[in-house]
């Protein structure tokens, strides 16, 4: 469906911006990192005319800090529901990825031939047979083939072990993306959509008032018919604004990059891969400090260490960067959609996994979000409800 | 491109450039006894493969990048040469193991 | 052979042995406080006094009597009890003062009571089209090569771009033998008048009557073109020509090498990553740090001296580098300040220093087409962006440079945005119509150079480290 070109929203005026800000919208989304943007690129692909609110250069972006996996194995112990939706999401990724291919020319790197957990040592091997067989006996989960493999057998498909890998675990549905380029696609994708993109306009309140809500924002209001949160861990603050529940519990991660280097691996692991681009990402922390500024070297040194012991090779190549983010996280670990009683029309989502997840965001939640109600039988089971007041413990696989 | 001094009585050494001995001064840096050989040094980058000489010759523009005594990825620019020290001129991304 | 600190506490750690950090370290040592200067380069001197100790250029004339101050500032230095290493990066400084160094290949980490950078500046990049041919590198680049290893060049040579460091070269590369073909200069007509009241007191400056017979003697030999107003380098694979505009007409020149200079800017990747606060200096354009008049930054216990701490030359860095390092002294055992200069003193030598210097800034500020590019021509040398890439990332939502790297990886190569970060943000500024302070500067984070994987693996752990890691 098409739509008058917006004008440029980066480089336009102030007084364009506040225009636009009395204009009216279907959906003001909330919230333009990977997960808003995928929302509203879906959203604006059904023919909605679509606000996205965000913050501004500086601020918490799990968009930019994010290990870029599209991840299946081990997701969903303890809730079957999420190992289904994780699962939908993996298969859908390559319709995302050739739809935003023709639509912006860029290619997002996609990347499904199956991934690695590698173990070091026995215990290890031990521990996560365990897990493995813990999720094949969870009932009601789908089956996504993940296998115990043993040192010899991962060494056919990744040549380069070191002597300390004593196996690992394998699912072939595993893969991994470009998430920068991904999310550079859905925002050129906007343009075209007719999106209207609001940066460095973050959302300080929001009222219903005349069947419409109303976001307050430093530079103004802006009003639509329906409203989506997907500001990641401020969700948190923003849910009961509109009669919504978002308990969160963010967590720190930090991760070390190499120098471009020549394909050495065909496969990610959980927490290594090598990008399209050719740079080695080694992951990844989880702490509770919440100061992404800081680093912590001794951290990043175990991550490093323990990379090197499974690809011995990996230890003369340069770390040119590294970083901490935070990682967007509902309490219990799995994703919160939901949508308000009391505000008819608003709805929040918040995920971990925002990343593997983009395709269900495009397509399913972008089409209930049109449709007014989020269906039961595919999300239900990630209504908020589920807390009952209070926090369950984090066991989502992550 | 460059030419030494007449004055310039440091002693002199010898390395290899992709396995052809180069006169070197003691006291050089690998890049500037590159720049100083009149041999094609040019490496080429690992985004598009342009090529590209050393910039900046003060440690900060990566342009100096090259492979020494097996090690990729060095900038030429902050390393003094040593005698037999092995050069390779590097072409797109560094291989790993190297 | 490689030396790692003796201790692993220090009273200060002096970071660069330039001017400013020879001068620190050296006073710090004087009054009796445990220091250890740690430095990249092979030898003393940073760039200003770039191989100070071993340059094989032994006519001193050709050098000039401003280089062999450098000697001095090394003799001080040396007869000091300073622990100096070379050849040592620093790769991380953070809030509480510990720094990580590399040398040779291993890292070690000290504890200061007291930082102080003299990481010094860097060339301004100068991002005209064909920057990245080989044959163009900066003027400081062959001065460099010309101090450490007596190299001139041999080719058809253009010098193009402003300020006195390009003048200073060009009588060194002549008095060395080395060739000039025709020096290019891109000093904006409007400067004259600007820098204009700013004149008397450069006229009393000891830079005016230098400066002067430097340039009379440069054009003796040297075909000069002024009120250069475009210019670009192009070849195939190699640079081959140089092209430019002076008075509206164009010429186009063969040419071997072209030394590029418009000025040089604080090297403040090793601060900011510290958390050091920078304000955006419109004058002299370009980060400077927030710092109070002894150097002191906004993150307690670290002080910047020398050009990092603003551009100053190399006259006030040694000051600076005094002053920084009393005032540590006077924190750290007051009693042994007495020693010293006089705080009084090593102001009024600030100030003598610093003299000319808005004059210089004025008459040299680069011209807005020469550091803010169009089209195709690269801004970020190490991922290969262009200038056409950030306007339409702009276009599209990126608001500053850490959304910019989301969206087209500038600033995310080895050179961390050194050669990249202040024409992003300039860039930027103009495509959004906001200032530079508004647009901001690339978040650093170590390692601010790279290590090797091994060598961050190796760094200390415990328990709790681990745990934050291994998980089923």
């Not at chain 2, 890049?31 to 100083?36: C, I, T």
Request: proline share 5%; with cysteine; glycine share 10%.
């Amino acid at each position: 469906m098409s739509k008058a070109l917006p004008s440029e929203v980066g480089a336009g005026s102030r007084e364009e911006n506040a225009s636009k800000l009395k204009s009216e919208y279907d959906v003001a989304v909330v919230g333009g990192g990977l997960l808003g943007s995928a929302i509203a690129w879906g959203l604006g692909r059904l023919g909605k005319r679509v606000a996205v609110l965000d913050e501004g250069d500086i601020t918490k972006r799990a968009s930019r800090a994010n290990f870029a996996l599209v991840w299946v194995q081990s997701k969903g112990l303890g809730m079957p529901a999420y190992t289904v939706w994780t699962l939908r999401a993996s298969e859908a990724w390559g319709r995302l990825a050739s739809e935003l291919k023709q639509q912006t020319g860029l290619d997002v790197s996609l990347q499904q031939n199956g991934g690695f957990h590698l173990t070091l040592g026995d215990d290890e091997f031990g521990q996560r047979t365990e897990l493995v067989k813990r999720m094949h006996n969870q009932t009601g989960a789908a089956d996504y083939k993940m296998e115990m493999l043993s040192a010899s057998e991962v060494k056919k498909s990744l040549p380069l072990i070191g002597p300390e890998v004593s196996g690992g675990s394998f699912c072939p549905l595993d893969g991994h993306v470009n998430s920068l380029r991904t999310f550079r696609a859905f925002h050129t994708g906007f343009k075209e959509f007719g999106i209207d993109y609001f940066p460095e306009q973050p959302v300080s309140a929001i009222s219903k008032s005349g069947g419409e809500f109303r976001l307050t924002t430093p530079k103004g209001e802006l009003r639509a018919a329906k409203i989506v949160l997907a500001a990641g861990n401020a969700n948190q603050t923003l849910a009961p604004m509109v009669g919504l529940y978002a308990p969160m519990g963010p967590t720190r991660g930090q991760i070390v990059v190499t120098e471009r280097t020549m394909p050495f691996l065909p496969h990610p692991l959980t927490t290594i891969r090598q990008t399209d681009e050719g740079t080695v990402m080694i992951g990844d922390s989880k702490e509770d400090e919440l100061d992404d500024r800081a680093l912590k070297h001794s951290i990043s040194a175990v991550m490093t260490d323990r990379a090197q012991r499974m690809f011995p090779h990996l230890s003369r190549l340069n770390v040119v960067r590294s970083w901490a983010g935070i990682r967007v996280m509902p309490q219990d670990g799995f994703p919160i959609y939901d949508q308000s009683e009391t505000h008819p029309g608003a709805f929040v989502a918040c995920c971990h996994s925002g990343v593997t997840l983009a395709s269900n965001h495009a397509f399913e939640i972008a089409r209930m979000v049109a449709q007014g109600a989020l269906e039961p039988e595919l999300v239900g089971a990630f209504s908020a409800s589920r807390f009952g007041g209070t926090g369950a413990a984090n066991n989502s696989g992550y | 491109m460059f030419k030494r001094s007449e004055q310039d009585k440091r002693p002199q050494l010898q390395i290899f450039v992709d396995g052809v001995a180069v006169a070197a001064r003691q006291g050089d840096t690998v890049s500037a006894a590159l720049l100083a050989s009149g041999r094609d040094a040019r490496r080429s980058t690992a985004v598009s493969g342009a090529p590209r000489l050393p910039y900046c010759m003060m440690g900060v523009c990566f342009d100096c990048l090259v492979t020494i005594d097996g090690v990729g990825n060095r900038q030429g620019c902050l390393v003094p040469v040593a005698e037999g020290m092995q050069i390779e001129i590097q072409k797109g991304k560094r291989e790993i193991g190297k | 052979m490689i030396v790692a600190p003796k201790r692993e506490d220090y009273d200060v750690v002096v970071i660069g042995a330039g001017p400013a950090g020879l001068a620190a370290a050296a006073t710090s040592a004087e009054a009796g406080l445990s220091t250890l200067l740690l430095d990249e380069n092979i030898g003393p001197g940073g760039q200003v006094f770039r191989a100070i100790s071993s340059t094989p250029v032994t006519e001193r004339n050709q050098l000039g009597a401003d280089y062999w101050v450098g000697a001095d500032l090394v003799q001080a230095l040396r007869a000091s009890n300073a622990e100096v290493i070379h050849r040592a990066t620093v790769w991380s400084l953070d809030r509480n003062l510990e720094i990580a160094v590399s040398i040779g290949g291993a890292s070690a980490f000290v504890k200061a009571k007291r930082v102080i950078l003299a990481t010094g500046a860097l060339e301004r990049p100068f991002p005209i089209p064909g920057w990245t041919l080989p044959g163009v590198m900066t003027a400081g680049a062959a001065q460099t090569m010309l101090k450490s290893s007596g190299l001139v060049p041999d080719g058809r040579t253009v010098i193009a771009g402003q300020g006195p460091l390009l003048w200073l070269l060009a009588a060194q590369i002549l008095r060395l033998g080395g060739r000039i073909d025709r020096i290019l200069d891109t000093t904006q007509r409007g400067n004259y008048f600007a820098s204009l009241p700013h004149a008397f007191a450069f006229l009393t400056s000891p830079y005016f009557i230098k400066g002067l017979t430097m340039m009379r003697e440069v054009k003796a030999k040297v075909q000069v073109v002024s009120g250069v107003t475009e210019l670009s380098a192009s070849g195939d694979g190699q640079l081959a020509n140089v092209s430019y505009v002076a008075g509206g007409k164009r010429e186009t020149i063969p040419a071997d090498l072209l030394l590029l200079h418009q000025g040089v800017v604080p090297n403040v990747n090793l601060a900011m990553s510290a958390g050091v606060e920078h304000r955006w200096d419109d004058l002299q354009l370009c980060w400077s740090p927030l710092l109070d008049a002894s150097g002191n930054s906004s993150v307690a216990g670290i002080a910047i001296a020398g050009d990092g701490a603003g551009i100053g030359g190399a006259n006030a860095a040694v000051v600076r580098g005094r002053i920084a390092a009393r005032a540590a002294v006077e924190a750290l055992a007051p009693a042994a300040a007495a020693k010293l200069a006089p705080m009084a003193a090593l102001r009024a030598d600030l100030a003598k220093a610093e003299r000319g210097r808005v004059f210089l800034d004025t008459l040299f500020r680069p011209s807005q087409q020469f550091r803010i590019p169009a089209g195709d021509t690269i801004v970020c040398r190490c991922e290969e962006v262009t200038a056409k890439d950030v306007l339409d990332a702009v276009a599209i939502g990126a608001t500053g440079p850490n959304q910019l790297k989301a969206y087209r990886r500038t600033g995310m190569g080895p050179c961390q945005g050194r050669l990249c970060g202040l024409t992003v943000t300039e860039l930027m500024a103009q495509a959004r119509g906001k200032t530079p302070q508004e647009i901001g500067y690339y978040r650093l984070r170590a390692p601010v150079k790279p290590i090797t994987l091994a060598e961050l693996a190796a760094v200390p752990k415990s328990e709790a480290d681990i745990k934050a890691v291994v998980r089923g």
